[in-house]
T-cell receptor, first 109, second 113 residues
């Protein structure tokens, strides 16, 4: 079973702080890594993807990948209340992705 | 922008009925996927298709079938709906230059009574 593990949370951070979301995966053959944001009652929305070791930045979001440790993370800088959502980590060896169960993030004003 | 649409936002069906869920994407994507999402269980892959008339079983195909007669359309069929199929059903697509990046439709919340 190819597993993707995330802490379910909730992770609570104050507005303006950095939120750090973590994900580990079991399949060493994984090549593609994604972060989705899902608001309550809505469908997942792709916010970041990363394919190579290291960091990838897009606005307030940074994805970090360490294939040797089988670890991928998402940093959200200057967190806003509108960032409160569930964040899903997804990992793929191919077209079909394996999803974690998500981490609930709460940004408090 | 990728657009994935699903035929119904909410659906209520009776036990034993045959149920069709439709998904259409407008980006000429090769790959299409059906998931169900349940609290505590996360997103689980039911079926996916990487080409017209091609399909692959996902993690939980039992009780479901699929049809892909046209590239843009992928249908999920519940042959005889049961109460344990009450769930949120999500369709996604990927392809082209963004071959691994999946984009989701709005979802269909199905209730089987």
């Amino acid at each position: 079973q190819k597993e993707v593990e995330q802490n379910s949370g909730p992770l609570s951070v104050p507005e303006g702080a950095i939120a750090s979301l973590n994900c580990t995966y079991s399949d060493r053959g994984s090549q593609s890594f994604f972060w989705y944001r899902q608001y309550s009652g809505k469908s997942p929305e792709l916010i970041m993807f990363i394919y190579s070791n290291g960091d990838k930045e897009d606005g307030r979001f940074t994805a970090q990948l360490n294939k040797a440790s089988q670890y991928v993370s998402l940093l959200i800088r200057d967190s806003q209340p509108s960032d409160s959502a569930t964040y899903l980590c997804a990992v793929g060896p191919g077209y079909a992705l394996n999803f974690g169960k998500g981490t609930s993030l709460l940004v408090t004003p | 922008d990728v657009k994935v649409t699903q035929s119904s936002r909410y659906l209520v069906k009776r036990t034993g009925e045959k149920v069709f869920l439709e998904c259409v994407q407008d980006m000429d994507h090769e790959n299409m996927f059906w998931y169900r999402q349940d609290p505590g269980l996360g997103l689980r892959l039911i079926y996916f298709s990487y080409d017209v008339k091609m399909k692959e079983k996902g993690d939980i195909p039992e009780g479901y079938s699929v049809s892909r007669e046209k590239k843009e359309r992928f249908s999920l069929i519940l042959e005889s709906a049961s109460t344990n199929q009450t769930s949120m059903y999500l369709c996604a697509s990927s392809g082209g230059d963004l071959v691994y990046e999946q984009y989701f439709g709005p979802g269909t919340r199905l209730t089987v009574t």
